[in-house]
């Protein structure tokens, strides 16, 4: 049976809440290893043709330096989070980040393709243990409300920002200080975060500490790493190769075997049940759709941006960092707009908005101009992206208990990873290999559009979002429906 949430929603006070100074010191030290994380993704990707160059690494062999990090900070999510729960968050964060710093020393400092794969490799591995653990500890520190929604929005800025910055981040060090550089900043990062999460940070973990399921672990993280490769190769090489269509069936097919394990097992590493609530399977959806889809926005404008309309690197940077400063001002303000419409409501609303916005990058053409009309609509896309980000975030985590919350929000980081993966093999593709990049740009665009529309429409259907005659009515089934 639903249960209706709406009224007590809108009794939140709308007002974002004052954080004493250890909790500004704990949402920094886990704010900024979550930027770091997410200044990863990006922030080599302009130095590759550099990298290669100076380390011997064919052009094909660059794109592992990209599948190096995505396989492992993607596959060992769900597993990590789960460990995070059974053996101590605190303690997975802390073997996390100085996993990462490591690997990243090791990266700057490489002498060779192994030597620096190994390192992105590990780094991968850090992330996979940062990201989740990071995010639950926010979770569990922040009571649910409005202090942690603006503890989530503050991330979700930070996550969106890190990966704009890291965009611009790259060129610039990339010019001026050689593409090792870009290695050494997070590094640097690593050594900031380090040594002030052990004081600050509080230990939780599940108190009946069940057994580790091992089968269902071996089988998602196994599941994860397949699809992942398949779909991180077929950006680059399409999805004719066989390499890339046998890890995609096998990655499909061990994810079922995981679903039939988790469903026999008495302690099982994803709660079926939590799968069923309303909240976390559309919520899910919803957050799936608006990184996919803006990741694939990024992608062809920055092909449209310099191919098309000849923008230097440096005039490309400034456009997304354009976008990221609108990034800031909606994490800013989306917390208050969540307390006042609720979760539910603002994720259906902001990926409204993403979609009518990205449609109207379909007037986009060859003339200068469009620069303007590029820049315009990708940052106040990128506003309602935020929205999204925040609200699927705390329409996940709410009402999760904190024993589980490590799962929830390993649910959510999941959902991000794979979302950014997918966008780009999936649509990306079809503009660059198009005879006319032109109108591949816009075929990607219209099929972005539609598909953030219909999500959000099929997102409103599933939380039951919808009218009533004094505002919003939002109905949660937490039940297993």
Known sequence: ???????????????????????????????????????????????????????????S???????????????????????????????????GLALFGAASLLATFAWDPASFLAGRALQGVGAAAIVPTGMSLLTTTFPEGPA????????????????TVGMVAGGVLTDTLGWRSTMALLALFAVIVLPLAPALLPESRTPDRPRLDVPGAITVTAGLLSFIY??????????GRPDVLVTL????????????????????????PMLRRRTVAWGNLGGLVTFSMMSTVVFVLTLYLQEILNLSAFETGLVFGVQGAFSVVAGSYAPRVIGRLGARRTLVFSLLGQGALVATLLALDENSWSVWLATAAVSLASMCHLGAIISYGVTVTSGVPDGEQGLATGLVTSTQQIGITIGIPLLGVLATTSSDLMSGVHTVLALDAAIVLASAVLVAAGLRVRRGGSGAVEAEAVGAR
């Open 148 to 163: 942690r929604d603006r503890a989530l929005g503050i991330s979700g800025t930070l996550l969106s920002l890190g990966f």
């Open 230 to 239: 398949a779909l991180s190769t077929a950006a680059d090489h399409g999805f």
């Open 249 to 272: 069936i096998v990655g499909v097919l061990l994810l079922m075997a995981f679903v039939a394990v988790e469903s026999r097992t008495k302690s099982p590493l994803v709660s079926l």
């Open 1 to 59: 049976m639903a249960i209706d949430t709406s009224s007590s929603q809108h009794l939140r006070p709308t007002a974002a809440p004052r954080l004493s100074p250890r909790d500004r010191l704990v949402l920094f030290v886990l704010c900024a290893a979550q930027f770091m994380v997410a200044l990863d993704f990006s922030v080599l990707n302009v130095a590759l043709p550099v990298l290669g160059a100076d380390l011997g690494m064919s052009q």
């Open 61 to 95: 062999a660059l794109q592992w330096a990209v599948t190096a990090f995505a396989l492992p900070s993607g596959g060992f999510l769900l597993l990590f989070g789960r460990m995070g729960d059974l053996y101590g968050r605190r303690r997975l964060f802390l073997a």
